[in-house]
């Protein structure tokens, strides 16, 4: 079985500070993991992803996110936040070798990036 | 805009009534989803399409029926709905299964 936690429901943030959403997974074989974020009265929209190869993985309006198999977690970053940047952010995961197509979501955290 | 179009955007329908939602994709992708995201809730996968081809569905009650004539639309078929079905419903595409998903707006429904 897959599973995804996303340990706060809210992150607030200084408007220039560096933030970060944590992330941690469980899969039985090697994990796809993604990031999405969800702004008011609209879909997901994907930031990144890991699939294999570099543990730092760039993605849209400057995050980052950082594999750490030994701490199966997957943090996402942003060196200096926006107060645009406020929204809801998913973490997801999909396990390779379990043979599912079905991509298990976190529940989510509302990130505040106070002016 | 990310290429996923979906309509309604909002929906308001009594237990008793029949609708549809509709979702299309212009972004030539073969895989196509159903979600339902309820608040406080993960979201939660209902139905995957990949090559007009049901290949997943997540023990989805009944009353929803998905259809999918063509790997550019997805339909999602409701009937003789309860309050608790009330959220908002989204629809994704993906260039295959595996890939990374992209979303519509999502269609916000409540049944009286």
């Known amino acids: 079985a897959q599973s995804v936690a996303q340990p706060e429901d809210q992150v607030n943030v200084a408007e220039g500070n560096p933030l970060t959403v944590k992330c941690t997974y469980s899969?039985?074989?090697?994990?796809?993991l993604f990031w999405y974020v969800q702004y008011p009265n609209r879909g997901l929209q994907f930031l990144l992803k890991?699939?294999?190869?570099?543990?730092l993985v760039k993605g849209s309006y400057g995050f980052e996110a950082e594999f750490n198999k030994s701490q199966t977690s997957f943090h996402l970053k942003k060196p200096s936040a926006l107060v645009s940047d406020s929204a809801l952010y998913f973490c997801?995961?999909?396990?390779?070798?379990?043979?599912?197509?079905?991509?298990?979501f976190g529940k989510g955290t509302k990130l505040s990036v106070i002016p | 805009e990310t290429g996923v179009t979906q309509t309604p955007r909002h929906l308001v329908m009594g237990m008793t009534n029949k609708k549809s939602l509709k979702c299309e994709q212009h972004?030539?992708?073969?895989?196509m989803y159903w979600y339902k995201q309820s608040a406080k809730k993960p979201l939660e996968l209902m139905f995957v399409?990949?090559?007009?081809?049901?290949?997943e569905n997540n023990s989805v009650p009944s009353r929803f029926s998905p259809e999918c004539p063509n790997s550019s639309h997805l339909f999602l078929h409701l009937h003789t709905l309860q309050p608790e079905d009330s959220a908002l419903y989204l629809c994704?595409?993906?260039?295959?299964?595996?890939?990374?998903?992209?979303f519509g707006p999502g269609t916000r429904l409540t049944v009286l």
């Open positions: 994704a595409s993906s260039q295959v299964v595996y890939n990374e998903q992209f």
């Open positions: 899969v039985s074989g090697n994990p796809y």
């Open positions: 890991y699939i294999t190869g570099d543990n």
């Open positions: 997801a995961v999909r396990d390779q070798g379990a043979g599912s197509y079905q991509l298990t």
């Open positions: 972004l030539g992708h073969n895989a």
């Open positions: 399409y990949s090559l007009e081809e049901r290949v």
